[in-house]
């Protein structure tokens, strides 16, 4: 069986944003728990996850610094939190594994999605990112960022666009057929778009659970694996009547997601991309939080969305 | 034929150290021709990279940023750049690929290099990195880096330890029976000693052409092809006498440096690493200039060294 994971961010830096390295490794140590026993079992695995606080982190000092080392575009930051993220989990899944005394390599491949440059949201960049500048800081920041008004002061809005393909889905199946675990996609991805056939880096942050959910189609995984903070998805979240959702086909939860259950900047985009996933093909898709993934795998637990 | 290419420094950003992100991907892209000729004639390729500029340009904004995000370790910042430079390279060749029509993936991979807590360089760091620091900046970096005094100022200091071994060597040697282009071991790879069974990064930088030579002899490569600015080894290089080395044994090289006839900053750790490659049984080792790649892989130009 193969299965795509995506990490939310809290499975990486704890609850803390301004974690240190430190916590950042022992939050990393700890969410490798459930992904060992599903090694164990010898399910075929990539694993996404997301890079907002290191991502925030970056863009901090990049402006603090700004006046001595130019900043970097925002989609070279993405490959940097990759790099960094990617050597987190690479080396406390391998330290996991070895302790329980299983030999599998593991890999993290840097990644680029495409993503259209017609897509509409290069329109209106919605996705605001990193640290809040002063007025005076955020006119200079307009040379290189969108810059939205913020409270009092401005943050970088960066563009959401729809993953389309991912580039290195190749090397990624290549991996996990011959039995190494891949780490991929991270942050949602590098954002790149195709002109007269070059790919070229571009200015965005793409969905990481719609980005895991395109990877996952293309390698043709059984199951996506959503994790997250919440148990399961549910009706009515944090409101009279709030329900969890434990067995729900596609259809039903577009219903629900319609009738506006789930909010855009956190249960909506999971949804969302459970409902491709199994529309295109996979078997399940498993909503669940960090610490109950393997139950989750067992069907004790969480949201399963099926065709 | 399998072939690992160590790039120096200037083949990702140029003559100009500060090169901003649009020059380095400019360099980058006039780096991969010879590159692209090798692939187009069937070369299993893995390319490994130096990282100066961009290590140096982080503990820049790191230091810079220090009162407000904590700078990370050294080792963590290897793995940034690991992120940054294999998606420069990746996007580079990728394109140029496809400009000649050639469907190829390429892959980077996150790369740990094993080293050991008792290498003697630990006792003494020697390689200054990054930028100069002033006597009152010293003493706070103190608390995470080892300073030497470097003229009126401080320079982190890190110790270089021999590469033991490359952790993540099956994924890349996958990729490239796989036909993938790889991406691996940028900077000297992400230095981590072993202790009780795990995997802990440490401080330190490894020397790149000696990290190659250790992937490429693990890997059982053909050729390390070592590019770097000049088109030879030369005897006497800069004085009075200058000769270049065409075909020469390890041998012999080794004599030659006994003669102290390459200094340990430049040429001397590509001329250890030649050497190590042979004797652990490679075919050959070539040293010559970016420009020149593809002319020395036809045997036309650069220093052999065979055993």
Same mark, same amino acid.
């Given at each position: 069986?193969?299965?795509?994971?995506?990490?939310?961010?809290?499975?990486?830096?704890?609850?803390?944003?301004?974690?240190?390295?430190?916590?950042?490794?022992?939050?990393?140590?700890?969410?490798?728990?459930?992904?060992?026993?599903?090694?164990?079992?010898?399910?075929?695995?990539?694993?996404?996850?997301?890079?907002?606080?290191?991502?925030?982190?970056?863009?901090?000092?990049?402006?603090?610094?700004?006046?001595?080392?130019?900043?970097?575009?925002?989609?070279?930051?993405?490959?940097?939190?990759?790099?960094?993220?990617?050597?987190?989990?690479?080396?406390?899944?391998?330290?996991?594994?070895?302790?329980?005394?299983?030999?599998?390599?593991?890999?993290?491949?840097?990644?680029?999605?495409?993503?259209?440059?017609?897509?509409?949201?290069?329109?209106?960049?919605?996705?605001? %990112?990193?640290?809040?500048?002063?007025?005076?800081?955020?006119?200079?920041?307009?040379?290189?960022?969108?810059?939205?008004?913020?409270?009092?002061?401005?943050?970088?809005?960066?563009?959401?666009?729809?993953?389309?393909?991912?580039?290195?889905?190749?090397?990624?199946?290549?991996?996990?057929?011959?039995?190494? %675990?891949?780490?991929?996609?991270?942050?949602?991805?590098?954002?790149?778009?195709?002109?007269?056939?070059?790919?070229?880096?571009?200015?965005?942050?793409?969905?990481?659970?719609?980005?895991?959910?395109?990877?996952?189609?293309? %390698?043709?995984?059984?199951?996506?694996?959503?994790?997250?903070?919440?148990?399961?998805?549910?009706?009515?979240?944090?409101?009279?009547?709030?329900?969890?959702?434990?067995?729900?086909?596609?259809?039903?939860?577009?219903?629900?997601?319609?009738?506006?259950?789930?909010?855009?900047?956190?249960?909506?985009?999971?949804?969302?991309?459970?409902?491709?996933?199994?529309?295109?093909?996979?078997?399940?898709?498993?909503?669940?939080?960090?610490?109950?993934?393997?139950?989750?795998?067992?069907?004790?637990?969480?949201?399963?969305?099926?065709?």
């Amino acid at each position: 069986m193969k299965a795509v994971i995506a990490l939310g961010g809290n499975a990486i830096v704890g609850k803390d944003r301004r974690a240190s390295i430190e916590e950042q490794f022992s939050a990393t140590k700890k969410s490798m728990k459930g992904i060992v026993k599903m090694i164990k079992e010898g399910w075929q695995l990539v694993i996404t996850h997301g890079n907002g606080p290191q991502v925030g982190a970056i863009l901090l000092q990049q402006k603090i610094a700004r006046n001595i080392v130019s900043p970097m575009p925002l989609h070279v930051c993405v490959s940097l939190t990759q790099g960094q993220i990617g050597y987190m989990i690479q080396n406390c899944l391998i330290n996991e594994l070895k302790r329980e005394g299983i030999k599998k390599g593991v890999a993290t491949v840097i990644t680029q999605v495409i993503v259209s440059k017609h897509d509409k949201a290069f329109k209106k960049p919605t996705k605001p %990112i990193g640290p809040v500048y002063s007025e005076e800081e955020a006119k200079e920041m307009m040379k290189s960022y969108t810059m939205g008004k913020y409270g009092n002061g401005y943050r970088i809005l960066a563009p959401s666009p729809e993953p389309i393909s991912i580039v290195e889905s190749e090397a990624i199946k290549n991996l996990i057929e011959a039995g190494i %675990i891949a780490i991929a996609a991270g942050g949602g991805g590098i954002p790149v778009i195709e002109e007269n056939g070059v790919l070229r880096g571009i200015d965005a942050v793409i969905d990481k659970d719609l980005a895991a959910e395109k990877l996952a189609s293309q %390698i043709k995984a059984d199951i996506l694996l959503i994790l997250s903070d919440v148990d399961y998805v549910y009706l009515n979240y944090g409101k009279k009547g709030q329900e969890e959702i434990r067995e729900i086909s596609a259809d039903e939860l577009l219903e629900y997601q319609k009738e506006g259950h789930f909010p855009a900047g956190s249960m909506g985009p999971k949804v969302e991309a459970a409902i491709r996933f199994v529309r295109n093909g996979g078997k399940e898709t498993i909503i669940t939080s960090i610490e109950k993934a393997w139950d989750a795998i067992k069907g004790k637990t969480g949201t399963h969305v099926h065709k």
